[in-house]
């Protein structure tokens, strides 16, 4: 059975332009953890502990300290979008004069849609993957998020919950900073504030309030940060939801990332006689965390 099509559309000349699509997230929040490419099926996430420690100098060679490995598994699963456009059911007589004529007579789908099309797949691909990287249970049809494999874990450096309007935020970023243990916020690499959407606009709002317009008004090249440390927004998190840690410690795996960019299009009258076009896309995708007691966390989805 073709997906269902829903047509609406009143005649008024030629189609002024391609297709309005509702507005889609980007997938933004992958800028900002470690991205592993190439995972077969399973991949092990390895993190090494090592306090360094000072010992006095002896003629021999004394071991010391501990050295600790810690790893878990990261484990894809296969997603599929899956389209199915009935030709026939393009036949009115409105639609067919805003395509070109000999794509209509061919029966072929107008390029324009087909490119529309496309373009809504990958753009819903990533919109549905920018939400589920932290949203995501593991139930049907989604992988277990970062909310929930740190919720899973139960160790995290939990700073507190609450909603972060302008009033709340400084004093919540504070607080989520203090959480945070020193052995992060002191390494080499040096951890990232993780921001809800209504957070960053409720900081920025704090900010202007402050005299800081400069910043606030600054445009996106200008850096975020909070006492140095870069601040990171997921239109993906949870509202009123913060954490903090390096972005080593977060990993999103997949097998092949030119996945995320293909839709195969299969016109199915050759094949078996339908006035069926098929659009296919197919990717693994799966997230793993290596220390979660390394993160500090603000809300109640942890």
Sequence with gaps: MATTTNLTTTY????????????????????????LENVDYKAVVRRLTDSITFADATCDFTPSGT?????????LKKFQIHREICKGDLNTSNLL???????????????SLTDALIANILGGAAAANETMIW??????NTYKGFCEL???????????????????????????????????????????????LNAWEAYMIASAAAGNGWYTYGGPEMPKQYLGYQIFVCPGLYADHMLMTQKSNLYFGTNILNQWNEVKVLDMSELDGSDNV???????????????NEIATWGTNF
């Design 12 to 35: 008024a000349g030629k189609v002024a332009g391609g297709y309005i699509r509702a507005a889609l997230l980007s997938n933004e929040s992958l800028k900002g953890v470690t991205v």
């Design 150 to 196: 740190i919720q899973d874990a139960g160790d995290d450096q939990n700073a507190g919950s609450g909603a972060l309007t302008s009033a709340t935020i400084v004093g919540a970023v504070e607080d989520l900073v203090d959480s945070c243990p020193d052995a992060v916020k002191g390494s080499t690499e040096k951890p990232i504030i993780y921001m809800s």
């Design 97 to 111: 004069y805003d395509w070109d004529a000999k794509e209509t007579q061919d029966g072929v789908l107008p390029v």
């Design 278 to 292: 098929r659009f296919k896309c197919n990717f693994f995708a799966g997230a793993q965390i290596g220390f979660t």
């Design 67 to 75: 050295v600790t490995l810690n790893e878990k598994i990261l484990e």
């Design 135 to 140: 949203q995501g249970l593991g139930t049907a």
